[in-house]
């Protein structure tokens, strides 16, 4: 079973970029902290569709959420290398607090 459940909050704003095929696609950073005091793990997050147009408009730096998704890998090319990446596609998310709060 490949699932995560996640609290914390962005550590800037969230980066929206669209298809070819105009798919919306959110990429995220979520700050989680660990149970040691003033540590905390930083996991890149992507959302789609709709719900990546949402994020967009109602989460920014400092938004505290909560996050239900999976793991996701997988490579692309930079510079002629191969790079891995291994983040968080989010599956619902709840908003804990707004752009205002």
Avoid: W
Wanted: glycine fraction near 6%; charged fraction near 30%; proline fraction near 1%.
């Amino acid at each position: 079973m490949n699932k995560v459940f996640l609290t914390g909050r962005l550590v800037k704003a969230v980066e929206l970029r669209y298809t070819k095929d105009n798919l919306a696609i959110a990429h995220f950073t979520l700050a989680v902290n660990r149970n040691k005091k003033d540590e905390a793990d930083f996991l890149n997050c992507i959302a789609y569709g709709n719900q990546a147009e949402l994020i967009t408009r109602y989460l920014d730096k400092g938004s505290k959420v909560a996050v239900d998704g999976h793991i996701q890998t997988g490579p692309y090319e930079k510079d002629g290398k191969k790079v891995y990446t291994t983040d968080i596609a989010v599956d619902k998310i709840e908003f804990l607090s707004n752009k205002q709060e």
